[in-house]
């Protein structure tokens, strides 16, 4: 009976893929606990500011890069190879500078609280 692989692919919400690292970590384990061969990973940061639930196929500008990588990534399985270390830190990398995000997030909080009424509670400190 041929090995079976393992890979595990994970998105956060943060646009640092590091916060990924603990489940990917608990993946490679149940891997090799369960006798699979571990395959890789790959950690992606902020995709969902990038997707939002769409069909990578349907999406252009900076999710290019992704699909591209990903792609290889599919090639190495094809191949019966694990995820390419230059692959994995090239999807690990962010798809806009930090500060940006950090700026786009603030909006969207912001359009959030106002929404839900609580704007002027922002910067409340309760338990200070």
Known sequence: MPECGFAAIANCVFIESVHNETALAICALFARACGFVWMGSVSIGGGEGLVHGRPLSELRGPVIPYKKNLDLVAEAFA???PVPGDI??????????AWLYRFLGGIHWKKQARRNGVLQKLADRPYQ
Request: charged share 40%; no cysteine.
């Open 79 to 81: 191949r019966g190879k």
């Open 88 to 97: 994995r830190r090239n999807l690990a990398k962010p798809f806009i500078p």
